[in-house]
C-alpha cells in the first residue's frame, strides 16, 4: 500500500542554519499538507498543497510539491529556536478523500 | 472560536480496564477522526465520522475498541478491555469537511498508560 516515508527522521541545527525536510510518496498524490507538532502538543496543521509543480511560501517557511506529485519538501530559512518541534507530512491515499497517511515525522532541534 | 475539546488529558489504568475518550469537534465541523500516536510516530487513523455515520473504520480494531458519535457532534472512544500496547496518545481532530481534503484541527490529545 501507498506509505508517505520523510526523511530525515533527526534534525539538529544552529539557531540561524537552514533546515530542510523532505516527504516521499510510492504513489501520485492528489495534495500533501504538512503540520507542525510542537513538544508536548498536537499537529498544528501549516498548509496544503495541490497543484503540480506548487511552492508556496510563509515568512521564513518555503513548501514545494514536485512535479510528479509524490515528493514535497519544507525548507525553513534561518531556523529560530520558536521552530522547534515535529513536521509532518500527510497524503491522502489514492482517491480516498479525507483520508490522510502521516509519515513519520522530522524532529527539529535548534541549538539556540 | 474554541478548538477541539479532549478530555481527560490524562489517563491511567491497569490492563484489561475499560477506559474511554471524549471528544468535542469544532463546532460546525462535520468530519471528526479519531487518531492513535506512538511516540515517535505520525497519528494513525482509527476511525472517521462523516456527521454520525462512520464512513472509514478499517483500521479499528474492533474486538476492543469502539467508537459512537451520537447526533453528529461528541465523539466517544473505547477500549475494553486495555492491553499494555494501548499505551499512546489518542487524537480527535475535525474538519469542515472530508470532501476536499480540508485541513484537520488536531485536539490536545489523551495520553493512556496502561500498567
Known amino acids: 500500500g501507498q506509505q508517505v516515508m520523510q526523511i530525515p527522521q533527526y534534525q539538529h541545527v544552529q539557531e540561524g542554519e537552514d533546515f530542510t525536510t523532505y516527504c516521499n510518496s510510492s504513489t501520485t498524490l492528489s495534495n500533501i499538507q504538512w503540520y507542525k507538532q510542537r513538544p508536548g502538543g498536537h499537529p498544528v496543521f501549516l498548509i496544503q498543497l495541490v497543484k503540480s509543480g506548487e511552492v508556496k511560501k510563509q515568512k521564513r517557511l518555503t513548501f514545494q510539491f514536485g512535479e510528479a506529485k509524490k515528493n514535497s519538501s519544507l525548507h525553513i530559512t534561518a531556523t529560530q529556536t520558536t521552530d522547534v518541534g515535529t513536521y509532518f507530512c500527510?497524503?491522502?491515499?489514492?482517491?480516498?478523500?479525507?483520508?490522510?497517511?502521516f509519515g513519520r515525522g522530522t524532529q527539529l532541534t535548534v541549538w539556540p | 472560536e474554541a478548538g477541539v475539546v479532549q478530555s481527560p488529558r490524562y489517563k491511567i489504568i491497569e490492563k484489561k480496564q475499560p477506559v474511554a475518550f471524549w471528544c468535542n469537534p469544532i463546532?460546525?465541523?462535520?468530519?471528526l477522526y479519531w487518531y492513535l500516536q506512538n511516540l515517535g510516530q505520525g497519528p494513525e487513523l482509527l476511525i472517521r465520522y462523516e456527521n454520525e455515520e462512520a464512513v472509514d473504520d478499517s483500521q479499528l480494531p474492533k474486538d476492543r475498541f469502539s467508537a459512537e458519535r451520537l447526533k453528529g457532534v461528541d465523539s466517544t472512544l473505547k477500549i475494553q478491555p486495555a492491553e499494555l500496547g494501548d499505551s499512546a496518545v489518542y487524537l480527535c481532530?475535525?474538519?469542515?469537511?472530508?470532501?476536499?481534503?480540508?485541513?484537520?484541527?488536531f485536539g490536545p490529545g489523551t495520553r493512556l498508560t496502561v500498567l
Open positions: 481532530a475535525s474538519s469542515l469537511s472530508m470532501s476536499m481534503n480540508n485541513e484537520q484541527f
Open positions: 463546532s460546525g465541523h462535520n468530519t
Open positions: 500527510a497524503g491522502p491515499r489514492g482517491s480516498t478523500l479525507g483520508r490522510l497517511y
